[in-house]
């Protein structure tokens, strides 16, 4: 647990130790809020649904740059062969990374509030529904950042790990949309729906708070974190 | 305190360690020596549970490494091979890092940083980033890391390679002054090391153990591959005959021929000096004698034969 608290604080400050950090979290910023203010201005009201709607998509580069580095860098530099001879087991190492990138995560989406908030000036806001969704995301945020990890685990080169990450994250996305799922016969495209990333996300930010889309998102990252540990494993055995 | 039985590990490419076993008693400094390629790091991989092997045991104090990694980790202080460590992280955040996950808290912590700041000599540096740092410095931060829990074991991959003469005497006499209370792996490819700071040697050739023991053990080895030599102005027919006939020659070889000059490699029994022998022989047969000395093979020379010849299968 102390192991784990230690590389947690190590990782959490790497953010902020390079400029990287504060880069990625103004590019997204300025990003979404440019986004959502070009369509509130039009559709004209009290209602933030648009900005949670393209959460996924600008999640889905912004995510895997904040993974990216997280084994990568260790694997290139040799600092793994340290951490990992350390006392420390290799899940706790994998959970306080992980947790770190979500700790980054929770704070960039944290610094979008004054949105909801300015929203809420203006017009009547369903505060519910905003804080209902602000769950939705960090569920969704925690499966992108579980299979981001995962990424930056199988390659030796941060680029190379950002754009896996975001593939196999677009993939299991795209598997759940509509244009897609219209070749499949209906029964497969059922399956296939549940399993797609977006389709529990959209039920949450109508404002409806499932059991089972909670547990999609947290299977989801149990299993690539699982995969993460396999990868571990790997390293250990000389692969 | 370390017991390494017929460790085994293939790597897809190549065979890294074909059987190893060795041990090291504690308090004692074992130089581990062998040519780039022959399986040190694996091996020092696999004793501090970075690798698992694929067949073969190591126990360290009593616990298997890969049974209780853990409780192994905690009895070790190991400096990697090329000393990875965080170059953007300033040498006291670093220290700290470590000590953290070792589980050393508040005074405790603090105390630790302390004494290994102030036994590698980093007082200057301490809150300067670690990559300003020149090589020799971010040795010391590598050592002072492996030492924050004041471990029984200490196990350096190659410590001083890529350091300038005068950081490499430093580091040794570092590793010298540690080894006056700790029990010490030193791996290096580089014989004067270990004669400057191990008490013991084991050497490594192509993932096999080719040689160990002490120092003094090691080159009374090489003292048994001396030979002397004798140039003589005589009948070269005489002379073997003479030679063969001699109880305390053992072999004999005409090395060269040059004018009527021939020089001959004698061998006595093992560990005896026949120079003396030999200069009354040659009076005796009223042989002209114009030479006569001895060659010892070095430390040096029995590593090089050791380790570039073909290791039988």
Not at chain 1, 88 to 97: I, M, Q, R
Not at chain 1, 108 to 131: A, F
Not at chain 2, 102 to 123: D, N, P, S, W
């Amino acid at each position: 647990m102390r192991g784990m608290t230690a590389i947690l604080k190590k990782e959490f400050k790497a953010y902020w130790i390079s400029p990287m950090g504060y880069i990625y979290l103004v590019v997204f910023l300025s990003l979404t809020m440019w986004i959502f203010f070009r369509g509130f201005f039009i559709i004209n009201q009290a209602n933030i649904r648009t900005f949670f709607s393209i959460l996924p998509w600008v999640f889905l580069l912004f995510i895997p740059a904040i993974t990216m580095r997280l084994w990568t860098e260790e694997r290139r530099l040799g600092t793994l062969e340290l951490i990992l001879t350390l006392p420390v087991k290799d899940h706790e190492v994998l959970f306080g990374k992980f947790l770190a990138a979500y700790l980054f995560l929770i704070i960039s989406l944290i610094l979008t509030l004054p949105l909801p908030i300015s929203v809420s000036l203006i017009g009547n806001l369903d505060w519910g529904q905003v804080i209902t969704s602000y769950i939705g995301a960090l569920l969704l945020g925690g499966a992108y950042l579980s299979i981001g990890i995962f990424a930056s685990s199988i390659s030796f080169n941060q680029i190379v790990s950002f754009i896996l990450g975001a593939v196999f994250i677009f993939l299991l996305y795209l598997i759940g949309m509509q244009w897609i799922l219209m070749t499949f016969p209906p029964k497969i495209a059922a399956v296939l729906q549940y399993l797609g990333l977006g389709y529990h996300y959209e039920g949450i930010i109508r404002g409806v708070l499932d059991i089972r889309d909670i547990l999609y998102y947290l299977s989801v990252m149990a299993i690539f974190l699982y995969l993460n540990l396999r990868s571990i494993e790997i390293w250990r055995l000389g692969g | 305190m370390i017991e390494v039985l017929n460790l085994k590990k293939r790597f897809a490419t190549a065979v890294a360690l074909d059987g190893v076993s060795f041990s090291v008693q504690k308090g004692e400094v074992l130089g581990f020596l062998g040519p780039n390629g022959a399986g040190k790091t694996t091996t020092m991989r696999i004793i501090t549970g970075f690798l698992i092997p694929d067949e073969g045991t190591v126990k360290v104090g009593e616990y298997d490494v890969l049974e209780h990694p853990l409780e192994v980790k905690r009895l070790i202080g190991y400096l990697p091979e090329d000393n990875p460590i965080y170059q953007e992280m300033r040498v006291n955040e670093f220290l700290n890092f470590v000590a953290e996950i070792r589980g050393l808290t508040g005074a405790e912590k603090r105390a630790a940083i302390e004494r290994v700041i102030e036994t590698t000599g980093l007082e200057s540096k301490y809150k300067k980033t670690i990559e300003t740092l020149s090589k020799g410095y971010k040795q010391r931060v590598g050592l002072a890391q492996a030492l924050l829990h004041d471990p029984e074991i200490l196990i350096l991959d190659e410590p001083t390679t890529g350091l300038d003469p005068s950081q490499i005497v430093e580091i040794r006499r570092l590793i010298k002054d540690l080894g006056k209370e700790k029990t010490i792996v030193l791996s290096t490819h580089i014989l004067p090391e270990v004669q400057v700071t191990a008490s013991r040697v084991t050497i490594i050739n192509q993932g096999k153990i080719v040689a160990q023991g002490t120092l003094e053990e090691l080159t009374q080895k090489a003292a048994e591959g001396e030979s002397t030599y004798v140039e003589l102005r005589a009948n070269p027919e005489d002379v073997e005959q003479t030679f063969s006939s001699v109880p305390w020659i053992e072999r004999f070889q005409r090395v060269e021929e040059r004018d009527g000059v021939y020089r001959w490699a004698v061998r006595g029994p093992e560990g005896q000096d026949i120079r003396e022998n030999l200069f009354k022989l040659a009076v005796e047969k009223n042989w002209t004698l114009l030479e006569l000395w001895r060659e010892r093979a070095t430390l040096e020379e029995i590593f090089l034969h050791l380790t570039t010849e073909e290791v039988p299968a």
